[in-house]
């Protein structure tokens, strides 16, 4: 890596995921690496792997995964707005996350619905069903 001051041409894979932001810390970030949950340029990588502009990484955090291209690089772990200026998102990367999080959405509700307490028509009905047996 380069000193302060001068532009660098390639970093650490942990710490640019850190610095764009799809881990809060560079432990996690490594961690995750380690787990195979990033591939760089198809392969699967170690967190001390240099990457550049132009590596195309998949990342997977839980259910969700982040098909992009690095575009630049940082040391710093800046605002949000300017982690996502570090990187380009496929397309249907992002048509893919989008749809996972709709039908999370969708089971969520569902999941809160089916835990409704039982009203006393619910209550009377199983009541019957347990005397019938």
Known sequence: MSG????QDNMRLDR?????RFFKTRQLASEAVK???VYVNGSRAKPAKTVAAGDELEIRRGAYIWVVRIDALSERRGPATQAAGLYTEHEASARERERVAGERRTLAAQIIYD???PSSR???AMRDRKRRQ
């Open 4 to 7: 302060s001051g001068s532009k």
């Open 122 to 124: 619910d209550r009377r």
């Open 16 to 20: 640019w995921l850190w610095a764009a």
């Open 115 to 117: 835990r409704a307490q």
């Open 35 to 37: 787990g195979g949950k």
